[in-house]
């Protein structure tokens, strides 16, 4: 239970003088002054409530700031509009509960929801303690398994930055961003071990503009997830591993998906991870479009698929064979250098009947040192050119490379 009531909150509104200001303008919240204990083990959800809310309807530049210590945190949502802008600094760690009224089919830990100009910074951690909740996860055998919480949730956030904080061991995904605008992460740093289920590191949905820069990720599912609706994307300077890399869906799973459009992934490494470019889609009957995407100076270090197309991705038992109704399109693989732990390091896997289409392979040089080589490339319905080095040779339909 929370330490302070709802009442009790009020009541601290009106009496303590604990908002000072730092700069010209901007009014400081510290959560210690309305009560809150950094114990670890003492729940201040409700404190972290009021103090937000006093923020939240404060007109001009506003921070709530969480001292050094951990907090123990219940599920809290912090929901918007504010009259001004609100700094949410954490600077000590924020420990999520353990408990399974907290934790099975819950949607969220931490939430934000319609808040424009939020800030998420300090270089504080988010402890998600996902070791608790790990060996309850099905979703990987059951379609109708019970969520977990995501550690970090933004819907309906604009023009925000998410910078220098860490997250380990989520339950599920580290961070969900839904129907945001112009949102940039920045210097993030995320944490979970390789065989935690479903620990997707960034997942994006129905959003445009987001930017991801600057930021190491290592966890147990995707290091950045794409799906539908996502729009003009940059990730650039990321480190990622061991996960599951980059992707693009799944996509084609069910009806009324919006496209995906305007990925650009530059200057970026991947240690160790099981993909690494990935585009992948359900072989059901269900249509949008993928296009205009740029993968761009990547180095590979010992990743199992580098660069990979699978429009019959299928994660669970039983799937029937048919044809992908996504349509892929505008597909560039520029500068992509380094080792794969395969023998297959591109391996496009089209549509039959709807064949990918303008895929461009630009100087790929990946090198392949395991049993049964040399490293080759395998391609189904793919459609596009080659230019300049090809390591291994393109398989591509229609490759161009006799040209240059």
Known sequence: MSSISIFHCVYLMFL???????GYGKMVFNVMNYGAVADGNTDNSKVFECVFNKACQSEGINLVLIPRGTYMLWPIMLKGPCKGQVEFQIKGTLKAPTDKASTVNV?????????????????????????AAWNVYTCNVDPNCKALPISLRLDFVTNSRINHLSSINSKSAHMNVFACEHVTFDYIRIIAPKDSP???????????NIDILNSIISTGDDCVSLSSGSKDINIQDVKC?????????????????EDVS???????????????LRVKTWARPYSNNVFNLTFENIIMENVDNPIIIDQQYCPLRNCKKGDSQVQIRDVKFRNITGTSSSKIAIAFDCSKSKPCENIELNNINLTYNGAGGPVTSLCSNAKGIAIGQQQPPSCIYRSLQHLY
């Open 198 to 208: 479903n620990t997707d590191g960034i997942h994006i949905g129905s959003s445009s």
């Open 107 to 131: 949607y969220y830990w931490i939430a934000f929801q319609y808040i424009d100009q939020l800030i998420l910074t300090g270089g504080g951690k988010l402890d998600g303690q996902g070791l």
């Open 241 to 257: 591993g061991p996960d599951h890399g980059i992707s693009v869906g799944s996509l084609g799973g069910v009806r009324n998906e």
């Open 16 to 22: 303590l003088s604990s908002i000072s200001k730092v």
């Open 262 to 276: 305007g990925l650009t992934v530059t200057h970026s490494t991947f240690i160790g991870t099981e993909n690494g």
